[in-house]
């Protein structure tokens, strides 16, 4: 599903030149770096970089990849990516699988406040509490994330932030293609978005990979209005590949009034027994009028 070669050619080409201290001049044929220059700025031969461009050199040394690293810019998630796929070779990581501990479960169900997920490396959602149900307007167990926003062309009003929400799966799943190259599951569900998204294919070409760690996550519901919400990631201890997220909203925020109405629909997304005109009040108090 990835590899080494096509990373560093992915890479090589977004390098500007002159920030490599390398003169460019209107004859330049090729955006970004050329493979000799990156071989002379690394300090290996232009023969050797080829082979790794070409797949054909599968093992380079820890030095080797510190210099490539260095010389096209990597960050520490590109760098980590670069490292992983060097490694396929050597030994390929299994791909984990199984339940959540009935314990975690039992942890999930006392975040009342916000919604909360298990979600494993392939964007699954194994398991979620009231309130994240509530905010996707469903069960949120079978729930790929993935699918959601970039095949349910119906749902993508939820995604205040749709386009970098697209960015972001993106570089997750690269990152997952290249810890778990072997599995079945993971490389269907890349080939399934390939094929239903132009967007996805654009992006997955470029090869970036992003971490999934925290930060801002704005939800836009049909019933209680926009929800800026914080998201936080936890990676659980047992090498299962799942990840705890987190959606807070900021106290006295406008986001933590959104979850108070939202905790007061049922399960089915009907505000709770105070007549019919309670669903009208409660879009009112999410988005009151102008003036």
Known sequence: ???????????RSRVDPSVAGIPTGSRRRVEGLRREEVAHLSGVSVDYYVRLEQGRATQPSEQVLDALARVLGLDETERGHLYRLARQRRRRARSPGGRPRAELLRVLDLVVDAPALIMDHRMDVVAGNRLAGLLYGRSTTGLNTARHIFLDEAERGLYADWEKCTLDVVGH??????????????ASLIGELSMGSERFRRLWARADVRARTHG???????????????QENFALPDESGMELIVLA?????PAEDGLRLLAALDDGGNPTGR??????????EANPPAG
């Open 1 to 11: 599903m990835d590899d080494l070669a096509g990373f560093l050619r992915t890479r």
């Open 173 to 186: 799943l690269r990152l997952a293609a290249g810890k778990y190259p072997d599995d079945p599951r993971l």
């Open 216 to 230: 801002r996550k704005a939800y836009r519901h049909p019933l209680v209005g926009l929800l800026e919400l914080h």
């Open 249 to 253: 909203a900021p106290p006295g925020s």
């Open 275 to 284: 007549g019919p005109g309670v669903a009208h009040r409660l879009r009112l």
